[in-house]
């Protein structure tokens, strides 16, 4: 029965939904996989949903009120912000899926990607709240403005300076401590900091046992 019913139903696929916009005016707004349904290779697309009903939750309590007493304007408003504030962020974990992928199906078997992990690692340990893994953001964060959006900018910036503090060195054991952790701190206070302040980003919030608050504060910075 096994046998028949595997070889009876055609293979499914794996596909990723971007819309160029979530909303019509006030009448109608995609929230989900209805307006951004991604790959699994992050395991995000659940909790990327949930953060659609926090942020549409927290926006029409602020613009729109009761629902008895909201108006088209003001519906129009938190649909027309809805839209700017998700989009970046869902295209951006999207995007994220779909490297990670890339990641677990041939870089793990890189030496020298293995060997950049193990010097993240490294700075991550060292100096947690200015240098955080994109997974570390993605996974843990939200709050403090480490948005998805966030985490895939700040990322392409780490990776940057974890090749330049491993060119030149042979992916190997041991070779990830010969890593100055000095020059790994100027590099971030050089290239790093400032993207996170012009972020507003506090990267003391990216830590799994923080609770969620029952109000999300809105990202002060519109990406």
């Known amino acids: 029965m096994v046998a028949k019913q595997f070889g009876d139903n055609p293979e499914g696929f794996l596909g990723t939904v971007r819309a160029n916009k979530f909303n019509h005016k006030d009448k109608v707004m995609l929230l989900g996989d209805a307006a951004h349904a991604i ?125 330049e503090l491993t060119k030149g060195l042979e992916p190997g054991p041991g070779q990830a401590e010969k890593v100055s952790m000095d020059t790994a701190l100027r590099l971030i206070q050089e290239r790093l900091v400032p993207a996170q302040k012009a972020l507003e980003i506090d990267l003391s919030t990216v830590n799994h046992e923080l609770e969620v608050p029952e109000k999300m504060a809105l990202p002060r910075a519109r990406l």
């Open 39 to 163: 790959t699994p290779f992050f395991g995000q697309g659940t909790n990327c949903s949930f953060e659609d009903c926090l942020v549409l939750s927290t926006l029409w309590d602020l613009h729109a009120g009761p629902p008895d007493t909201a108006t088209q304007e003001n519906v129009s408003m938190v649909f027309e912000e809805f839209d700017r504030m998700r989009r970046p962020s869902s295209n951006a974990i999207a995007d994220m899926a779909l490297e990670n992928f890339d990641e677990m199906m041939v870089k793990v078997a890189d030496p020298r990607f293995n060997l950049q992990k193990e010097v993240e690692n490294r700075i991550e340990n060292t100096y947690p709240e200015q240098f955080r893994s994109r997974y570390a953001m993605v996974c843990y964060g939200g709050l403090g403005n480490v948005t998805y959006k966030a985490a895939f900018d700040l990322g392409a910036i780490q990776k940057d300076i974890l090749v």
